[in-house]
C-alpha cells in the first residue's frame, strides 16, 4: 500500500472484487491485451506522428525500462507536465509499467503549483516538455526541481535526452499491484492549495470500462482529445484511455479552438469528443460558418460545467450530433446521460452515475438528513472508484468525508425519481470559470501576500461566456492604495495559472457588513457573491 492512501474498507472491496469490477489488471497489462488484439490499428494521432497500438505498446515498454535506468523506482512519484501530444499517452503508460506514480498537472500550471505537487507527492521527477505556448517548461521544472530536495531528475519530452531513454531496449517488468495507487490526480480545490487524489488501477479502470460502454466506443470510434488530456474529463471520462479501451483512435488536438478542432474531425473523421460549456457554445457558433465537413462527429461531451438548457439545445442541430452531459470529479464520480434517454433527460440533468453501486447521498447541507427526490440538497457519494481520502491529508479527508466514507462533493444537486443529477448550485468555496476550478482560499492567499493588502476576498461572478468569472474583493492596508492591473500582475508574478488570475479586482474601504455581526470569510463570500450578481 502506498502510504498517504486511505484504502477502502477490506469488506467493501472484496464486495467491488465479487461484482466484477475491479478486475486486478494494471493499465500496463491493459495495453499488453490491447497490442495484441488490435496490433495494426492507430492508437494515437498527433502532429506528425501516427503510431499503431503495436508502436504505442512498444515505446510504452522502452519507456519504462529507461524511466527505471535514469534512477527513478517504483512506487516513486514524479510530477508530469504535458501538453496534448502523442508523446503523453506512451510516458504515461510506460510510468504505469515502470510503477511510477505520475502526478498529473495541467500545461496551465507554473512554478508554485508544482512546486507544491512536487513537495506534497515528495516527487523524484518532473517530466515535461520544453518551450509550448510561448512557456519554458522545463526552465519552471529545473527552477522547482533546484527548490525541491526530493526531486533528482527533470526529463524533458523531445529533447535529445529523452529520445535516447525512449530507446531504451524493452525487458519484462514485474506488474505494478493492481489494488495500489497509479497515479494522482487535481482536486479542483476550495481551500489552500489543490489536494492530491490517489487513484488504483482497478478503481479507474473500472471507470474508463464503463465509460467507454456508456459511451458506445468501438475499434472504429475515433476520439478527439481537445481539452488538456491530463484532466479526468478528456482522461477517463471516456477519454482517451476510454477510447484506447476500446480499440479506437485518439487524436490529439493541439488546441480546443473551433478552427483546430474542426479541421481534425474533417481529417481524421472524429466520431466523439469532449468540451466544457464555453467551449461548446464557441463551437456552435463557428459551425455555422465553417466549410468543414463535421459529419463524422456522432457524440459531443459537454460537461465541468453545468451546460445550461439553452446551449444544450443548439448542440445538436448546430454540430450534427447526439449531446451527452457529463457530470463528473476527479475524486470519482461520474454521471452521464445516457445516448437512449428521452431528449428532455438530455436537455435537462446532467445524468445519472456509472454503477449500480454508486451510492449517492442528498441531503440537506445545515442538518445532514435526507431530502426526498426532486428537493436539492447537497450531494455526497462512495463507490467503487470514489476515493476514501486525498492523499497525505488526514486533517482535510476529516472534513471532506463523512464517518461512513461518503466524499462531501460541495455540489448542490436534485435528484429525479430515475436517478438523474442536475446540479444546481456549489456548496464550496470554488469558483468555476468554464470547467477551470479556483479555490477562492488559494488566491486569497496570493493576494494577501502584497503589502498593500489587509484583506480579500473572492468570489464567483456571473459570466455570459465562462458561466463564472472571479471576483476579488480587497481591502488595503493602512497608506496602501493597491490596484486591480497591479495586483493581478502580482498574482501572476506568484507564479501560477493564468486562470487563477482574478478576472476583476475591487478595492473597497471595508467588506460590507452583513447583519450577522461576525465577519466570517464564508460569510462574507455569500453576501459579496450576491452582491456581485445584483451588480
Ligand atoms: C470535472 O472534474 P473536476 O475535478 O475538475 O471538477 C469537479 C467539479 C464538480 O464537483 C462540480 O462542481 C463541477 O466540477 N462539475 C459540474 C459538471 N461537471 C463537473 N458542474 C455542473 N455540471 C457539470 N456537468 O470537472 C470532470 C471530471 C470528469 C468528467 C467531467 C468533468
Redesign the pocket.
Known amino acids: 500500500m502506498t502510504t498517504g492512501h486511505v484504502p477502502w474498507p477490506p469488506e467493501t472491496a472484496a464486495r467491488y472484487r465479487a461484482a466484477g469490477h475491479w478486475r486486478g489488471q494494471t493499465f500496463g497489462a491493459l495495453l499488453t491485451s490491447l497490442a495484441a488484439a488490435y496490433p495494426e490499428r492507430t492508437a494515437v494521432v498527433g502532429g506528425e506522428v501516427r503510431w499503431t497500438y503495436a508502436e504505442l505498446d512498444e515505446r510504452a515498454h522502452r519507456i519504462a525500462a529507461g524511466l527505471l535506468d535514469a534512477g527513478l523506482l517504483p512506487g516513486e512519484r514524479a510530477v508530469l507536465q504535458l501538453p496534448n501530444i502523442p508523446e503523453f499517452l506512451p510516458v504515461v503508460f510506460g510510468m504505469w509499467r515502470a510503477g511510477v506514480l505520475p502526478v498529473f498537472a495541467l500545461p496551465a500550471h507554473r512554478g508554485t503549483e508544482l512546486r507544491h505537487f512536487a513537495e506534497q507527492s515528495e516527487a523524484a521527477a518532473i517530466v515535461t516538455v520544453g518551450v509550448h505556448e510561448r512557456h519554458d517548461h522545463a526552465a519552471t521544472a529545473r527552477e522547482v526541481a533546484a527548490e525541491c530536495d526530493s526531486v533528482r531528475r527533470v526529463l524533458v519530452v523531445g529533447s535529445e535526452e529523452f529520445d535516447d531513454l525512449a530507446r531504451t531496449a524493452p525487458r519484462e517488468l514485474p506488474d505494478p499491484d493492481p489494488a495500489g495507487v497509479a497515479f494522482l490526480q487535481l ?2 480545490g476550495s481551500t489552500g492549495l489543490p489536494k492530491l487524489i490517489p487513484r488504483t488501477h482497478d478503481d479507474y479502470l473500472y471507470s474508463v470500462r464503463e465509460s467507454a460502454r456508456i459511451c458506445a466506443l468501438r475499434p472504429d470510434s475515433v476520439y478527439l482529445a481537445a481539452l488538456p488530456v491530463a ?3 478528456p482522461l477517463s ?1 471516456p477519454g482517451v484511455l476510454g477510447a484506447l479501451h476500446a480499440g479506437a483512435a485518439v487524436v490529439m488536438a493541439p488546441r480546443p479552438d473551433a478552427d483546430t478542432a474542426f479541421r481534425l474531425i474533417e481529417a481524421e473523421g472524429v466520431t466523439i469528443t469532449g468540451v466544457v460549456p464555453p467551449l461548446a457554445a464557441a463551437w456552435v457558433q463557428a459551425a455555422g460558418r465553417t466549410a468543414r465537413d463535421l459529419s463524422s462527429l456522432e457524440v459531443l461531451l459537454v ?5 445550461g438548457r439553452e446551449l444544450a439545445e443548439r448542440i445538436g442541430p448546430a454540430l450534427g450530433c447526439r449531446l451527452q ?7 470519482g464520480l ?1 454521471c452521464y446521460t445516457r445516448l437512449d434517454d428521452p431528449d428532455e433527460t438530455v436537455l435537462t440533468t ?1 445524468g445519472r452515475p456509472i454503477s449500480l453501486d454508486d451510492e449517492v447521498r442528498v441531503v440537506d447541507p445545515d442538518t445532514g438528513a435526507d431530502v426526498p427526490d426532486g428537493e436539492p440538497g447537497a450531494l455526497l457519494t462512495r463507490g467503487p472508484y470514489t476515493i476514501r481520502g486525498y492523499y497525505r491529508a488526514e486533517e482535510h479527508n476529516a472534513t471532506a468525508f463523512t464517518a461512513d466514507g461518503f466524499y462531501r ?3 448542490l444537486v436534485r435528484r429525479a425519481p430515475g436517478g438523474q443529477l442536475e ?1 444546481v448550485g ?1 456548496a464550496k468555496e470554488q469558483i ?1 470559470r468554464g ?1 477551470e ?1 479556483v479555490a477562492a482560499e488559494e488566491v486569497e492567499n496570493h493576494l494577501m501576500a502584497h503589502p498593500g493588502v489587509l484583506d480579500a476576498a473572492v468570489v464567483a461572478v456571473p459570466d455570459a461566456y465562462l458561466g463564472e468569472r472571479t471576483c476579488a474583493y480587497v481591502v488595503p492596508a493602512a497608506g496602501a492604495e493597491p490596484t486591480g492591473p497591479e495586483l493581478r500582475s502580482f498574482v501572476r508574478g506568484r507564479g501560477v495559472a493564468a486562470f487563477k488570475v482574478p478576472d476583476l479586482v475591487q478595492v473597497v474601504a471595508e467588506f460590507p457588513v452583513t447583519g450577522v455581526g461576525k465577519t466570517s470569510k464564508r460569510e462574507l463570500r455569500v453576501a459579496l457573491a450576491a452582491l456581485a450578481r445584483k451588480e
Open positions: 482536486s479542483g484532466h479526468n474529463f471520462s460537461g465541468g460545467a453545468k451546460c452531459q457529463v457530470f463528473g470529479m476527479a475524486e461520474v446532467q462533493t460541495g455540489d446540479v456549489r468555476n470547467g476550478k
